[in-house]
C-alpha cells in the first residue's frame, strides 16, 4: 500500500452513518450525482460547491444523519488534501519554474530543430514527444496554453495542417493529465483504492505510450482531413523566454522534468526485485522513491538547474514559487471536495452496496470501473470529478486485489474520465477558441480523439489485466 493511502485508509474504516437498504442507497447516489451534474452544468455553480452540496444531498436522501454527513464529507475532504495536496503544489511550482525559465521553450525548440531536418514527417510525432514530457509536471490547462503558441507557430511556418500538429500535441497533454501521476485524477484515484503508485506509474506508461500513438499521430491524419483550418494569428501569445537573456540547456531540462518520475520508478524496481519490507535497501528507497520526497527533489534540483540557469535572483525564484500556487487553488478544492464526497459514498454504505450488487453481475471490475468514469466524464464534463466520483464507488471491490490489479482499476478509472469533452467541458471551449474551431470542428476532432483515448486505453487496460 502506498503511503498516500495510510490516513485514507483510517477514514475508509468507520461504521456506516445509515441503516438504509440497497434501493434507497441507490436512489441517494443518483440523486447526489443528479444535484451535482446539474448544478455544474445547468446552473454554472463551481465543482468545489457541487461536490459539497450533492454530498449533503446524498446523505440526505439516504436518510443519514446531517451531522455525521457534515462530519463524513470533512474527514474526506481533509484526508485528500493531506494526501495529495502538497503533491499538486510542488507540481505546479516544477511546472511553473520549467515555463518562466524558458526551459519549456528550449525543450520545444531542440525536439522541433531535430524534427525539422526529416522533411516535415517527424514532426506529428515530434509534437507528441514535446507534449508528452512537458506533460509531465504541467496540469492540462497549463500545458495547452504553454504548447498552443509552439502549436501554432511550427503550423504557419511549416505551412503544416493545424489539426496535423495540434492534434498529438493535445493527445499527450491528455493522456498525460488522466493516466500518470501526480496528476491530481490519478493521484486521487490511488489514495482511494489504495494503489501502488509506482507500479501504477509504471503500467501507466505502458498504456500511454501506445495510446497517444493511436490518439496522437495516427488519428491526426484523419483529423487534418476533416477539418482543414489554418492557425489563427491572433492567438500566437509571446513565449517566456521572449523575456529572457538566457535559458536552461535542453539536458538539464528534461532531466529535471524526469527527476520525480525516475525516483518513484526506482522505488517500484526495488519492490519487485527486493520485495522485503524491512530490508534496509527497501526501506531506503521507500523514502527517495516516496512521491513527496521525488517531487520535492525536483523542485530543489530546478530551482538551480532552470531557475539560476535563466539568471534568476532568489526574489525571482520566490515569486515564481508564490505564482504557481494561487491557480491550484480551485483545483485543491475540487480534489479535496471529491475525496468528500467519496467518503460520504462509502460511510453512507454505497461502497458495500457495490460490492454486494456487483457478486451478481457478470461485468468484469475494470470495465465497471469504466464505465461509471464514463458516465459521470459525460454528464459534469469534468474528468477530475469522474475519476474522484468514480473511484469512491468502486473502492470496495479493490479489496483483495493484487497490487497490479489495483494498479489496472485506477487506469480505468482514468481512462474513463476522458471519454468524449463535449460543451461542458472547460478543455472543449479552451481547444476551441485557441484553435480557432465551430462547435462542429471541436466536436470531429478534440472531443472524437478524447474518445479514442479512452476507449483505446481501456482497452489496454482489460488486455493487460488478462496477462498479469
Request: no cysteine.
Amino acid at each position: 500500500m502506498t503511503s498516500l493511502s495510510v490516513e485514507m485508509l483510517a477514514a475508509d474504516t468507520v461504521e456506516p452513518i445509515t441503516s438504509a437498504g440497497h434501493a434507497q442507497l441507490g436512489i441517494a447516489v443518483l440523486a447526489g450525482i443528479a444535484v451535482i451534474v446539474l448544478l455544474i452544468t445547468k446552473f454554472k455553480v463551481h465543482a468545489f460547491l457541487a461536490l459539497t452540496i450533492g454530498s449533503l444531498a446524498l446523505g440526505a436522501f439516504a436518510g443519514a444523519p446531517l451531522d455525521k454527513v457534515i462530519t463524513s464529507f470533512s474527514a474526506g475532504l481533509g484526508s485528500t488534501v493531506a494526501g495529495v495536496g502538497v503533491l499538486i503544489a510542488l507540481g505546479a511550482i516544477l511546472g511553473k519554474l520549467l515555463a518562466d525559465s524558458g526551459g519549456a521553450d528550449q525543450i520545444v525548440d531542440t525536439i522541433l530543430a531535430r524534427a525539422g531536418k526529416s522533411g516535415g514527417k517527424a514532426m506529428p510525432w515530434a509534437m507528441v514527444l514535446i507534449a508528452a514530457v512537458i506533460g509531465l509536471p504541467l496540469f492540462f490547462e497549463v500545458g495547452i496554453v504553454l504548447l498552443i503558441p509552439v502549436v501554432l507557430m511550427v503550423a504557419k511556418r511549416g505551412n503544416y495542417s493545424l489539426m496535423r500538429i495540434g492534434i498529438p500535441a493535445l493527445a499527450g497533454l491528455s493522456v498525460m493529465h488522466g493516466l500518470i501521476p501526480p496528476h491530481p485524477g490519478p493521484l486521487v484515484a490511488i489514495d482511494a483504492v489504495h494503489a501502488n503508485l509506482g507500479i501504477t506509474l509504471a503500467l501507466g506508461i505502458l498504456v500511454a505510450i501506445p495510446t497517444v500513438i493511436v490518439a496522437g499521430p495516427v488519428f491526426s491524419k484523419y483529423a487534418a482531413k476533416w477539418v482543414d483550418v489554418p492557425a489563427p494569428e491572433k492567438m500566437i501569445p509571446a513565449r517566456a523566454s521572449e523575456q529572457l537573456e538566457k535559458r536552461p540547456s535542453f539536458g538539464a531540462s528534461v532531466l529535471t522534468i524526469l527527476l520525480p518520475v525516475v525516483m518513484m520508478l526506482a522505488k517500484a524496481l526495488v519492490d519487485i526485485i527486493v520485495d522485503k519490507p524491512d530490508a534496509t535497501v527497501q526501506r531506503v528507497f521507500d523514502v527517495i522513491g516516496n512521491p513527496l520526497t521525488a517531487l520535492l527533489v525536483a523542485v530543489v534540483v530546478g530551482m538551480f538547474t532552470l531557475g539560476r540557469a535563466a539568471g534568476f535572483t532568489k526574489g525571482k525564484l520566490q515569486e515564481t514559487t508564490e505564482k504557481s500556487l494561487a491557480p491550484i487553488a480551485g483545483v485543491l478544492l475540487i480534489v479535496g471536495a471529491g475525496g468528500g464526497f467519496k467518503q460520504t459514498l462509502i460511510d453512507s454504505g454505497v461502497g458495500q452496496m457495490v460490492l454486494d450488487i456487483s457478486k451478481d453481475w457478470s461485468i468484469p471490475t475494470l470495465l465497471l470501473a469504466w464505465l461509471i468514469a464514463v458516465v459521470i466524464r459525460l454528464a459534469t464534463g469534468s474528468a477530475t470529478v469522474a475519476t474522484v466520483s468514480a473511484a469512491g464507488l468502486v473502492a470496495p471491490l479493490a479489496a483483495g486485489m493484487t497490487d497490479t490489479h489495483t494498479a489496472l482499476l485506477v487506469l480505468a478509472i482514468g481512462a474513463g474520465s476522458l471519454f468524449f469533452s463535449h460543451v461542458n467541458d472547460a478543455g472543449f471551449w479552451l481547444v476551441k477558441e485557441y484553435f480557432g474551431l465551430s462547435v462542429g470542428q471541436t466536436v470531429k476532432t478534440w472531443s472524437l480523439m478524447e474518445t479514442i483515448i479512452s476507449v483505446v486505453a481501456g482497452g489496454l487496460v482489460l488486455l493487460l489485466s488478462l496477462v498479469l
